[in-house]
């Protein structure tokens, strides 16, 4: 069966490109640190869809995780024909030495290891003359703000990367796409369920399910980055206009806070 490997692929947008893809037809292979979700997503995975789910428990930080992960995968003689480098963190906190090994987790998941999957497992693609990536950067690729350095430039390096990289892999018949997008309603926002359902309502907010169906749909028609919905359009263009002092007040505001 063709095989779609969903990294942090148990919960959140991670969980919906795993229902997109099983609703295709496609064997799973769910690799994530949170050994819970992984049991209750294949579970539940399996009784929608009837297809098979393999799951690995496994930091993706690590300096050898895509080694590990393409070990297991062989392992299980699976021929991975999309990878989704989809797991990642947040924090909004200014930078000092007690988060430094937050940084450093995030740089892991969000620039070493998708790198490095991207790289292996888009030679196996390239042997067999067809794959998909789909790498999850942010709208925030382009707005670096005070709190979110390291997650800014982390998804900034891997829209940077993965454009290049589908120039690199098109002429062997590999599509790369990158999906940018803006607020979707996940556990990174702390906020009520009533401002939550009112944001979604006038789609400021958007929900996994959304963005996974567009995000899927790009990468197979070959789109090289997207990046959906109307914040998209609206934040880096607000941003772009406001004067750095406001938002060095804003940042000491919100954040110091």
């Known amino acids: 069966m063709k095989t779609a490997l969903i990294t942090g692929g148990s919960s959140g947008i991670g969980l ?5 893809f099983a609703s295709r037809g ?3 292979a769910l690799v994530s640190n949170r050994e819970g979700e992984l049991a209750e997503a294949k579970q539940s995975l399996n009784k929608e869809f009837s297809v098979p789910v393999h799951t690995l428990c496994a ?17 299980l003689e699976l021929q991975v024909e999309v990878l989704v480098n989809n797991a990642g963190m947040f924090f909004m906190e200014y930078l000092c030495p007690e988060n430094k090994t937050k940084a450093e987790t995030m740089m892991g998941l969000h620039v070493c290891t998708p790198t490095k999957l991207s790289i292996l497992f888009g030679a196996r693609m390239k042997e067999r003359g067809i794959g998909y990536i789909l790498n999850m950067s942010s709208m925030t690729a382009s707005i670096p703000a005070p709190g ?3 997650y800014s430039a982390s998804k900034a390096y891997l829209k940077s990367f993965g454009k290049s990289f589908s120039y690199e892999m098109r002429p062997f018949g590999i599509k790369v796409t990158t999906v940018c997008p803006a607020a979707i309603d996940t556990g990174l926002y702390p906020i009520s369920p009533a401002l939550r359902r009112a ?8 929900s996994p399910r959304w963005l996974a ?4 749909r790009a990468l197979f028609r070959g789109r090289r980055t997207i990046s959906p919905g109307i914040m998209n359009a609206i934040v880096p263009a607000l941003v772009a206009i406001l004067p750095s002092r406001v938002i060095d007040r804003l940042g000491l505001k919100w954040i110091m806070r």
């Open 16 to 20: 919906e490109y795993s229902r997109e």
């Open 26 to 28: 496609y064997q799973l």
């Open 59 to 75: 930091d993706l930080a690590a300096a050898d995780a895509a080694e590990k992960v393409l070990a297991w995968c062989d392992s």
């Open 148 to 150: 979110i350095a390291v």
């Open 199 to 206: 944001l979604r309502r006038i789609g400021i907010i958007r």
């Open 213 to 216: 169906r567009r995000a899927v």
